[in-house]
């Protein structure tokens, strides 16, 4: 009786010591690519096709700003339907430090991805002055809340390596949903 109790008192030890802790469980399904690569998640696919850090962006609607800007040019479309599949989130992660992207331009950010056809644009983050160094993450995704547990898009990126321009349009939303 006495070896059964220890036994089982091993085997539950055991199964605390082998089940996967919160982080892991509820961990993002991450997708790594460079520019020019294509990423495939759950609900849509992701082609980066351009980096690039400005002192002034525009749209094609007349708006600008001046400010440390980097933009990203994309495609992006949806894989299986259209109802509700949107790039709901983009954010840029420098230093430990969580940039999202712009609203104030006409860009990428939360439109209508469609199957089959992709939709190109881009989003524009802008970081603190003078922010032109440091390793970032740049990160897509469909869920403009919580994406723990689907699928993420994430391009590495070294900020002093991108070409800097004194301005930079972006690029007009063509193709699928726009």
Do not use: C, K
Request: glycine residues 12%; hydrophobic residues 45%; without cysteine.
């Amino acid at each position: 009786m006495w070896a059964g109790g220890i036994a089982l008192l091993v085997a539950a030890w055991g199964v605390t010591q082998l089940t996967p802790g919160e982080e892991l469980t509820t961990s993002s399904f991450v997708e790594t690519v460079g520019v020019g690569e294509h990423a495939v998640g759950r609900e849509m696919v992701v082609t980066v096709t351009d980096v690039a850090g400005a002192e002034r962006v525009s749209d094609t609607t007349g708006w600008s700003a001046d400010g440390t800007w980097v933009v990203v040019d994309l495609s992006a479309e949806s894989r299986f339907t259209e109802v509700g599949v949107r790039l709901g989130l983009a954010t840029l992660v420098v230093n430990g430090d969580t940039y999202r992207a712009s609203e104030r331009p006409v860009s990428l950010l939360g439109r209508q991805l469609e199957v089959g056809a992709p939709t190109t644009g881009s989003v524009a983050f802008e970081l603190p002055p003078g922010l032109r160094d440091g390793s970032a993450v740049i990160r897509f995704t469909v869920s403009d809340r919580d994406w723990r547990l689907d699928s993420v898009v994430e391009l590495p990126v070294d900020l002093g390596s991108l070409s800097w321009e004194a301005e930079r349009e972006l690029a007009p939303l063509a193709g699928g949903g726009t």
